[in-house]
T-cell receptor, first 114, second 112 residues
Framework: DQQVKQNSPSLSVQEGRISILNCDYT??????FLWYKKYPAEGPTFLIS?????DKNEDGRFTVFLNKSAKHLSLHIVPSQPGDSAVYFC?????????????FGKGTHLIIQP | DAEITQSPRHKITETGRQVTLACHQT?????MFWYRQDLGHGLRLIHY???????NKGEVSDGYSVSRSNTEDLPLTLESAASSQTSVYFC???????????FGQGTRLTVV
């Protein structure tokens, strides 16, 4: 039973355009959401996060939107750059879940086309 | 700079052997985790620890064990390696709720 779902295994976007990566969750107890970026042969690196009390968080080219009623979040990258080509993981945690770890989706492979 | 280091980066072992993967962090975080990454599954939690002498099972803990004798280290042991444990293993630390987790570079383990 997958609690965090990324239904698109891959996404191809032209350089300079907007990349939108989607994530759905089923556990209504999740209150903190994160996006990680992963290059081959490296560990995941933190990108951006959002608390359930917000519906939007922005950091430079990256914006995360949270729709609690739909249990959906998305990551927008504008403009997309070649270095953004990587696998992106959506993750979530429950309240007081600092030691319980994060629950991850299966990832979306973003490919930025020149 | 604080960091989290995994060793070895690559390991090949035979079925049935015991193998231990090391994880060392200098963040001084109490919370440490082990994940495995497999195609089609993303990252799945194996074990985690709140602090010294504390260990807990995660989603896919069968065949694995951890020990926590100090804050810095959380070694992961495969008691009797199986081919199904061929995977990439990541160690991570986290300060607490509503914070990001920091990951090591990963260990690619092949069981033949």
């Amino acid at each position: 039973d997958q609690q965090v779902k990324q239904n698109s295994p891959s996404l191809s976007v032209q350089e300079g355009r907007i990349s939108i990566l989607n994530c759905d969750y089923t556990n209504s107890m999740f209150d903190y959401f994160l996006w990680y970026k992963k290059y081959p042969a490296e560990g995941p690196t933190f990108l951006i996060s959002i608390s359930s009390i917000k519906d939007k968080n922005e950091d430079g080219r990256f914006t995360v939107f949270l729709n609690k009623s739909a249990k959906h979040l998305s990551l927008h990258i504008v403009p997309s750059q070649p270095g953004d080509s990587a696998v992106y993981f959506c993750a979530a945690s429950v309240p007081g879940g600092g030691a319980d770890g994060l629950t991850f989706g299966k990832g979306t492979h973003l490919i930025i086309q020149p | 700079d604080a960091e989290i280091t995994q060793s070895p980066r690559h390991k090949i072992t035979e079925t049935g052997r015991q193998v231990t993967l090391a994880c060392h962090q200098t963040w001084n975080h109490n919370n440490m985790f082990w994940y495995r990454q497999d195609l089609g599954h993303g990252l799945r939690l194996i074990h985690y620890s709140y602090g010294v002498q504390d260990t807990n099972k995660g989603e896919v803990s069968d065949g694995y064990s951890v020990s926590r004798s100090n804050t810095e280290d959380l070694p992961l042991t495969l008691e009797s390696a199986a081919s199904s444990q061929t995977s990439v293993y990541f160690c991570a630390t986290r300060t607490g709720p509503n914070t990001e987790a920091f990951f090591g570079q990963g260990t690619r383990l092949t069981v033949v």
